[in-house]
């Protein structure tokens, strides 16, 4: 039976794909991606599939699952430490480790589901923190060198939920990243409003790593952005939208600004969309949006990708009649467009 895609996602969508690769070792990824790119066949690198939305024709090709495993801290001679992860070990759990052990710089981005290999794709971030602040290097196999190459951090071009690895997606498999993490019991100063007022205390200030994680999963879990199988509003891919850079001429009235370093502002899609008449919980039958969170787009239990993608078509056409700003999905479509 060919292995379907909705197992493999977070939004439980996806149809079938033709062949379907665990590699387990890092020998067997680049065995298995060699492979597909020899004979010639599609191949779409899957780690949790927190950020895919794939289409109900499935994939035709090889989707090769990265279940590579290893943490490895090198601890340095000025209190920090460098710690090399397998690209197929779970994000969160490495949050978790780095709580524990006294690692600084990534307790804010607790409860982000999917692999360690994904979060510099995309420049994983949330409240405040994001992965580009503490990656020192990823290494990489090249399909079109075919080879192994490793990026400096000042070399994988992050961006906002952006890299080098983003603008080129068929071309780099990331096997592993190394983090550089000062080592203490305080976090890093709390830099998000919200996060700062749920703990108490000023932006700025450095409280414990565990408070820190404690209070992010809590506030997560209220908006429904950590996976819960028994929550419908958590069978998403997270927020399906970016933030819009704009004009500042082109802001509408009253929405949320953030100045940027080009003379531009990042305002908030969650904001356009509810001021697009969109609110959470909006649409019927078998996709809506959360009923916690709006820009969260979600499976209600018998929905199909082309559901999904006609709410998510609804959504940017009327933010984009209101406020003739084009709202951008977040994640990957594999096989389908909006
Ligand atoms: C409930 C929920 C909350 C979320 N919250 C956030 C958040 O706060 N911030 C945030 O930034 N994101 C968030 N996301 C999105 C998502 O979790 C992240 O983007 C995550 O890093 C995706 O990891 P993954 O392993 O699931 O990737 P997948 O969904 O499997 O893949 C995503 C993309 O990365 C590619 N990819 C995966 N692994 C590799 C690899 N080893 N080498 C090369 N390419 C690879 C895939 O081919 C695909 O193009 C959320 C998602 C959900 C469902």
Redesign the pocket.
């Known amino acids: 039976m060919a292995e379907r895609l909705a197992d493999h996602?977070?939004?439980r969508l996806g149809g079938p794909a033709t062949r379907f690769v665990t590699a387990c070792t890092e020998d067997e990824l680049v065995a298995a991606v060699r492979a597909a790119d020899e004979a010639g066949e599609p191949l779409?690198?899957?780690?949790?599939?927190?950020?895919?939305v794939v289409a109900d024709e499935g994939f035709p090709g090889t989707v090769v699952r990265?279940a590579t495993r290893g943490i490895s801290p090198d601890v340095e001679g000025d209190g920090g430490v460098i710690v090399t992860v397998a690209?197929?070990e779970s994000?969160d759990d490495l949050v978790a480790r780095a709580v524990s052990s006294g690692w600084v710089g990534v307790e804010a981005?607790s409860?982000?589901?999917?692999?360690v290999?994904?979060?510099p794709?995309?420049?994983?971030?949330?409240y405040g923190q994001?992965v580009a602040q503490t990656i020192a290097s990823v290494r990489?196999w090249d399909r079109t060198l075919r080879g192994v190459r490793t990026f400096a951090n000042a070399d994988c071009g992050f961006g906002y939920?952006h890299s080098r690895?983003k603008a080129d997606?068929q071309r780099?498999?990331?096997?592993s990243v190394a983090f550089q993490f000062r080592q203490g019991s305080l976090g890093a100063p709390v830099e998000y409003a919200e996060l700062a007022r749920a703990l108490g205390v000023e932006r700025g200030v450095r409280v414990p790593l565990r408070d820190v994680r404690d209070t992010v999963l809590r506030l997560?879990a209220g908006k429904?952005?950590?996976?819960d199988a028994d929550d419908h509003d958590?069978w998403?891919?997270?927020?399906f939208f970016t933030n819009p850079f704009v004009d500042p001429a082109a802001l509408p009235d009253g929405a949320p600004a953030w100045p940027q370093p080009d003379g531009t502002v990042k305002t908030s899609a969650a904001w356009l969309i509810e001021h697009a008449g969109f609110a959470k919980g909006h649409g019927t039958g078998p996709v809506g949006l959360s009923t916690k969170h709006t820009l969260?787009l979600t499976n209600r239990g018998h929905a199909r990708t082309a559901d999904l993608l006609a709410l998510a078509r609804e959504v940017r056409d009327g933010v984009e009649a209101r406020f003739v700003i084009r709202l951008v999905n977040?994640?990957?479509l594999?096989g389908c467009e909006l």
Request: cysteine-free; charged content about 5%; glycine content about 18%.
């Open positions: 996602t977070t939004l779409l690198v899957l780690g949790g599939g927190s950020n895919l990265v690209a197929g994000w981005l409860g982000i589901p999917g692999s290999g994904a979060t794709i995309q420049n994983v971030g949330a994001e990489v939920r690895f997606p780099h498999v990331v096997l997560r429904g952005m950590v996976l958590s998403s891919a997270g927020s969260a977040e994640p990957v594999v």
